[in-house]
């Protein structure tokens, strides 16, 4: 199987109001400005009407032309109604398709980064929370400040019809609040930013620490780990203080833009009325500075302040992840066989090497165990020559058609069909469960109601999770099969089979045992110890490798060190004592007598 | 035990700054239209308007600064107390037995510490918040009176329809968002489930696959969520209707005022704002929600308080003794019965059983991670509780199957507090040295960058347990361990260096290489003898047999 050529993940490098910009779509842009003409209205009239209604109607004894210009009111408001119900329907234009990006670019860096080895823990939680946040706050965003816009064109069209005087005396003093509060966001986004940051690191330190409550307990270790979770503490305390420096600025603006306009007007109010302003017009002038500018202002100031800065801190997070450089793909191969040259493998620059010049050549069809402690390489190993890891020196030849079943099997939310022919997508009913009966699923395969029945995940264990991902790769067509004990959480005979099958299938497999009795099945061993890597068949190995010979006789024959074996196997430890005595005579017969030193060996190396 | 009232007391510095500004910022906002009215019919009728104007600046600048103030304060106030509240959470639940710790999920123990302790931390300031929200609206509607009851009265009409259709909003949401949870809930779970097989994706090179699929929601969560758009617009059109609804209906009852004279026009001004102002009273649901939350936090926390924490004696342990590990009379309620056995010091002794047989309840009595309701652990002849906290922890080492390592560093984690030295040391004895210095920094590679095995994990846990002086006790601790592993730390384990050994397993060799065997049916000691003596008993031979999974 090959690679399937990728789409490149970057986009480039964008900034999270770019990116806002960006989502803008013209034609959605016009439909919600023009929507956003009838909200005017209602805004435009209040104080044209309000002053009318005292001048012309109720300070002349006129109810009814008073009561005409209310209705006015009303009616611009109606219309007014039926223009933001619009606007809003046109935001879902706005907000859906941001939404659908970002899942899309969370879900694809995800899978990217996961297929890297460089797993992101926050992902779901990034798809989850704070997409969502973005897209509420960016929704919010439009709306703020389209509204400050239709009340501010309102306004100022109503004040200039009621008294353009009027207008030059609260313009320039929005002009200025609004200029300054511009000015203090950028410290306002950096603060938030940290407090975002302190609280995640926070809400990290403590899950640890409470996770692992019981182990803190048991070592007694509760005043180290009190100071550890104090420092995230008192930093998420300060940067919450450190808030409180922005709100303040924003008060202050808030001051220039909404309150000082009044004060203006009121104290103009005299010269005014000498110029020939009505007391309905000064009402007026203020109806508009009151009901109309002040809470346009203090929406926009608490909408670019908070959701507007909610949006640039968390769409900044998503961008970082998703933005990130896409990984090499794995180099494509041919063939069967495997072939490594002098390979070096490390971790980090000052770390011991994990694999330190190995040489390993693998025949087209031949069956390899490999043994050796965890954490000693083996996974590594397995993950190089698959290509997913490259090494920091020397060569590797592999097949491309090389397929490697972890230990953490993949099942997925969907049919068992799907699951099972996930790798060969076209097989047919009959190939699918011929692949089921040979790795030993048949039984699970009707318990779970055949071929159609939808598989949760959860509710599987991992044995039977494992079975369906050994029934999947045995039905795939790959020539090379790597288990990387994927059969751990299957009883020694279930692992027999399994084995079994792959090995009579013909193809390349290398199987990295989890138990004494899988090694013995394999013609030939791979023992990694951390110094010495050593292919061999048995009997080269029983007398070459001392971590061998020690494995065999602890799993073979359980005895206190020093004692004599013969006695203790001769004593009630469940083994065969002749098997014992031969195993540790003549492993390499043991290839031959599989089945009978798998029975034998059966009860302690499966007990987990 | 947390109590509102003790969180409150704890910020009442802050708290008496914010509720005076509180108090102030009230009050200016109810004198405020009155002024401003007075200051309009002023203008109108030529009389004195510097007054008014001087009082109405004055007013406005003590709003401007009382909000400054206010802010301040109630930041302060309530980061101060979070930080209090959060540490002093963590220590409690630090203080408690492993199994009334275990009581709680975890995740809902950070949420506690995360989230409601900054609930909980608001309930001064929330007090202070909600009287000025009472206060404003509720004082708005009795000046209006005053200014004219009739218009009152319009007001009130107004204010009801507000309420019907904001009832009316969340009944719709609710029906609509669970849809738009759902759809999306299926992409999270897709996510899931691939970054758990990721493997499997990365050697099958499946990626773009396993993206269509889980991405093959995203339609559904898209039509869900213009759904919700839908009722949002629809709703939102409505409230904005009724909210020039109260204000007409106010100027209208006052216009008639106005035409008989009873209001002047700066009154009908005032009327207007106080209309507004009290319409406030909806928000009155947002206020109270904002004390119903700070009380439901401290409950959160209090909930976690009533626990009793673990009292630790004076004593300290006779130096000649070498470990012996006593249970007398041991009982827990359903899960151990009348369990009398004596472990001899620097003896290794497993631990065998069917599962729930009581083996980790055993285990966690050996190490004082809960104490029996009845009998008592005694360890060189002292009963567990009345030894010092430090003796206790000194003395005993415990290993887990699933350990939980702490802190920023490998090298941190295995020490836990201890000497960073004494982890290698630590490391070398139980295997996990050599796997150690092959990560990228060694033992100072950040903890969160170390992918391990749950048989690393295991090795780690070991070393962490390793420094104990007396008692070592290990629960199914080496079950992860690979077979090469196994038989290394098994040697380690089982060689005679002088500690007692409680190793409770499910595996044939650790018994049979142990000095002793306790034998656990159902919470009760079947059996104390070596492996050897048990073996041709068919009963223990089964408990030793693996579970098929």
């Known amino acids: 199987m090959t690679p399937t050529p990728r789409r490149p993940a970057s986009r480039g490098e964008q900034s999270p109001v770019a990116y806002g910009l960006s989502r803008l779509r013209r034609r959605s842009l016009v439909r919600l400005l023009i929507w956003s003409v009838p909200e005017m209205l209602p805004a435009a009239l209040i104080g044209i009407a309000v002053a009318h209604a005292v001048d012309d109607g109720f300070l002349l004894g006129r109810t009814g032309v008073g009561l005409a ?47 890297a080895g460089r797993p992101d823990d926050g992902a779901v939680a990034r798809l989850t929370r704070q997409v969502e946040v973005v897209r509420d706050t960016y929704a919010g965003l439009i709306l703020a400040a389209r509204a400050f816009l239709t009340s501010l064109i309102g306004t100022a069209a109503g004040l200039v019809s009621l008294a353009p005087i009027l207008l030059a005396l609260i313009v320039p003093l929005v002009a200025v609040g609004f200029l300054a509060f511009l000015a203090t966001l950028p410290l306002a986004a950096q603060r938030l930013r940290e407090s975002v940051y302190a609280d995640e690191e926070l809400a990290t330190a403590t899950g640890t620490v409470l996770t692992g409550a019981r182990d803190v307990i048991a070592c007694g270790a509760q005043d180290p780990v009190l100071t550890m979770i104090a420092e995230p503490v008192e930093r998420q305390a300060a940067a919450e203080r450190a808030l ?43 109806t508009y500075v009151l009901f109309g500018l002040q809470p346009a202002v203090s929406k926009l100031m608490s909408g670019l302040g908070g959701s507007g800065l909610r949006f640039l801190v968390t769409l900044k997070r998503i961008l970082d992840v998703t933005n990130a450089d896409p990984p090499a793909p794995p180099p494509a191969g041919s063939g069967d066989g495997l072939e490594l040259r002098r390979v070096t493998f490390a971790y980090g620059p000052h770390s011991e090497p994990v694999l330190h010049d190995l040489d390993l050549v693998v025949a087209p069809g031949e069956h390899l165990a490999v043994i050796g402690p965890s954490g000693i390489g083996k996974s590594t190993l397995a993950a190089i020559l698959c290509g997913l890891l490259t090494p920091g020196s020397g060569s590797v030849r592999h097949g491309g058609g090389c397929m490697l079943i972890p230990q953490e099997a993949y099942v997925f939310g969907g049919t068992l069909r799907e699951n099972l022919s996930y790798l060969r997508p076209a097989a047919t009913d009959g190939e699918i469960r011929a692949a089921a009966e040979a790795v030993g699923a048949r039984d699970l395969l009707s318990r779970l109601g055949g071929l159609d029945a939808l598989v949760v995940p959860g509710r599987l264990s991992a044995g039977e999770r494992q079975l369906i991902a050994l029934a999947r790769s045995y039905l795939s067509s790959a020539p090379i099969a790597i288990l990387d004990e994927a059969t751990c959480h299957l009883d020694p005979e279930a692992e027999c089979l399994a084995e079994q099958a792959f090995a009579a299938q013909g193809r390349t497999l290398i199987v990295i045992a989890h138990r004494v009795s899988s090694a013995l099945r394999a013609p030939r061993v791979l023992v990694l110890d951390g110094t010495h890597a050593l292919a061999a068949d048995h009997a080269t190995l ?67 | 035990m947390t109590h509102f009232a003790e969180i409150v007391r704890k910020g009442r510095g802050w708290l008496t700054l914010m509720a005076i500004c509180s108090l102030a910022s009230a009050g200016v906002t109810l004198a405020l239209p009155a002024v401003l009215g007075s200051a309009i019919d002023a203008i109108v009728s030529g009389g004195e308007v510097e007054r008014a104007l001087i009082i109405a600046t004055a007013l406005i600048a003590l709003a401007v600064a009382t909000d400054l103030a206010e802010a301040a304060a109630g930041v302060a106030c309530v980061a101060g107390t979070t930080a209090w509240l959060r540490l002093r959470t963590v220590r409690h639940l630090l203080s408690l037995s492993a199994p009334t710790v275990a009581r709680f999920e975890t995740g809902d123990l950070v949420s506690r510490v995360s989230g409601n302790a900054v609930d909980a931390a608001q309930a001064g300031t929330s007090l202070a918040v909600t009287a000025v929200g009472v206060l404003a609206p509720l004082g708005s509607l009795i000046l209006l009176a005053l200014i004219d009851v009739w218009i ?298 170390t992918p391990m095995s749950g048989g690393e994990r295991q090795r780690l846990g070991l070393a962490r347990a390793w420094h104990a002086e007396r008692l070592l006790v290990l629960d199914d601790a080496t079950s992860s361990l690979d077979m090469v592993t196994e038989m290394k730390i098994a040697q380690a384990l089982l060689e005679d260096d002088g500690r007692t050994r409680l190793i409770v397993t499910h595996r044939v060799p650790t018994a049979a290489r142990a000095d002793l065997v306790v034998w656990l049916e159902e919470g009760r000691v079947q059996a104390i003898a070596p492996h050897h003596l048990l073996w041709p008993d068919p009963r223990y031979r089964a408990v030793l047999q693996p579970e098929t999974p």
């Open chain 1, 542 to 608: 029983a007398a070459s490798s001392a971590l061998y010979r020690e494995l065999l006789g602890h799993w073979t024959a359980p005895g206190k060190a020093g004692s004599d074996p013969a006695r203790l196997l001769g004593e009630p430890d469940g083994f065969d004592p002749r098997a014992g005595t031969r195993l540790r005579q003549h492993p390499g017969q043991m290839i031959a007598n599989g089945a009978v030193a798998e029975k034998q060996l059966g009860p302690d190396i499966a007990s987990r």
């Open chain 1, 244 to 286: 409180a420096a922005p709100a303040m600025l924003r008060t202050a603006c808030f001051a220039i833009a909404g309150w000082a306009p009044l004060i203006v007007v009121l104290a103009a109010g005299p010269w005014l009325v000498a110029r020939g302003l009505t007391a309905g017009e000064i009402m007026g002038g203020l």
């Open chain 2, 152 to 449: 009152a009265l319009a007001f009130l009409a107004g204010v009801w329809l507000v309420a019907m259709v904001l009832r009316a909003f969340t009944r719709r949401t609710t029906a609509v968002a669970l849809g738009y949870q759902k759809a999306q809930g299926a992409i999270a779970t897709g996510l899931t489930e691939a970054l758990a097989g990721i493997r499997t994706i990365a050697a099958a090179a499946t990626a773009e696959q396993e993206e269509r699929r889980i991405l093959r929601s995203v339609p559904e969560l898209s039509a869900h969520g213009r759904r919700l758009w839908t009722v949002l617009a629809r709703t939102s059109a409505q409230a904005t209707v009724v909210g020039p609804v109260v204000l007409v209906a106010v100027l209208a009852v006052g216009g008639f005022a106005l035409t008989q004279g009873r209001i002047t026009p700066g009154e009908l001004f005032a009327a207007s704002r106080y209309a507004v102002l009290g319409a406030g009273l909806g928000g009155l649901t947002g206020v109270l929600g904002a004390l119903a939350r700070a009380r439901a936090g401290t409950n959160r926390l209090a909930e976690v308080f009533t626990r009793p924490s673990t009292a630790y004696g004076a004593a300290t342990l006779p130096t000649s003794a070498s470990g012996t590990l006593r249970f007398r009379q041991v009982s827990v309620k359903s899960l151990l019965h009348n369990v009398d056995l004596t472990l001899p010091g620097g003896a290794s002794v497993a631990v065998v059983g069917r599962s729930g047989s009581g083996k980790s309840v055993l285990a966690e009595l050996a190490a004082r991670l809960r104490d029996p309701d009845s009998g008592a652990v005694l360890l060189d002849g002292i009963p567990l509780p009345e030894l010092t906290h430090h003796e206790l922890r000194r003395a005993i080492g415990c290993a887990f199957e699933r350990p939980h390592l702490i802190g920023g560093t490998v090298g941190e984690a295995i020490a836990l507090g201890r000497d960073p030295a004494s982890a290698i040391q630590a490391a070398r004895s139980v295997q996990a040295h050599s796997f150690v210095i092959r990560l990228p920094s060694g033992y100072q590679t950040p903890l969160a960058q």
């Open chain 1, 69 to 115: 210009w209310l209705a006015a009111v009303m009616a611009a408001s109606l219309v007014g109604a039926l223009g933001s119900r619009q606007v809003l329907r046109c935001l879902s234009d706005f907000a859906e398709p941001l939404r659908d990006d970002l899942v899309r670019r969370v879900v694809t860096a995800a899978l990217r980064h996961g297929v």
